[in-house]
């Protein structure tokens, strides 16, 4: 079974950063697509970054604040989160999905921006 762990979540000042790493297990890593998701209170859970097996990559923010890349070796995946707003401030959860459609979920970590 498909193991997600994330870390890397915290309280952060506006304009601070953050890194998010998801560590997967027991999965054939490099031919999974990773994403990460967040929801924030009262919301719906979005889509907030995504790398395919291939490194083709999109995030949701237009400003350049966030980038997502992958370390097949290490099966990990991560969310650099530049200049964050209070906005940001979510739970975010990673993401696989397999050639075949199979999809796990890790339990998620809270990013809280706020001054």
Not at 22 to 47: D, H, N, V
Not at 95 to 101: D, E, L, V
Request: proline share 3%; net charge neutral; glycine share 10%.
């Amino acid at each position: 079974q498909v193991q997600l762990v994330e870390s890397g979540g915290g309280f952060v000042q506006p304009g601070g950063s953050l890194r998010l790493t998801c560590t997967a297990s027991k999965i054939r890593f490099s031919s999974y697509t990773m994403s990460w998701f967040r929801q924030a209170p009262g919301k719906e859970r979005e889509l907030a970054a995504r790398i395919t097996n291939i490194n083709n990559t999109w995030t949701i923010d237009e400003e350049g604040r966030f980038s997502v890349s992958r370390d097949n070796n290490k099966n990990e995946v991560y969310l650099d989160m530049n200049n964050l707003k209070p906005e940001d401030s979510a739970v975010y959860y990673c993401n696989s999905r397999g050639p075949y459609g199979d999809m796990a979920w890790g339990q998620g970590t809270q990013v809280t921006v706020s001054s």
